[in-house]
């Protein structure tokens, strides 16, 4: 995958993977989330609890928000209401099964990925 560097300045270049990721496959690039290897014991009741955890974070977001210098309070605010995802959906789901999958297309893993199980 060939992508050109987003310059800023003189001295650093950045890469926005999620638009590469996006340009590449069509698919949204998932930066973060939780993963419970199958052998735990109880993997459903772990990702039930994770989930409300999730849940009262989301309810208390504006006092997150409120909590930083003031400055900075409009870009988490954004930040926190427009650019993150707190649930996966579909097409999320989708690109995230592939990944496995192209790094060992391109020689980034030795062994091919098992299929993802979401719960």
């Not at 060939?2 to 996006?22: I, K």
């Not at 496959?25 to 419970?36: M, R």
């Not at 649930?87 to 690109?95: I, P």
Request: overall charge negative; aromatic content about 12%.
């Amino acid at each position: 995958m060939a992508f050109s560097p987003l310059v800023r300045g003189d001295r650093y270049h950045y890469y926005d993977l999620g638009e590469a990721w996006q340009r590449s496959t069509g698919l949204p690039f998932v930066f973060a989330l939780w993963a419970i290897n199958p052998n735990t014991a109880n993997p459903d009741r772990l990702a039930n609890l994770l989930r409300s955890w999730m849940e009262a974070g989301i309810t208390c977001l504006d006092e997150i928000i409120a909590e930083q210098p003031l400055d900075f309070q409009p870009e988490a605010r954004r930040y926190l209401r427009e650019h993150i995802s707190f649930e996966m959906q579909s097409a999320d789901r989708e690109g995230l099964a592939l990944y496995g999958p192209k790094l060992f297309e391109h020689g980034l893993i030795s062994k091919a990925p098992g299929n993802l199980t979401f719960v």
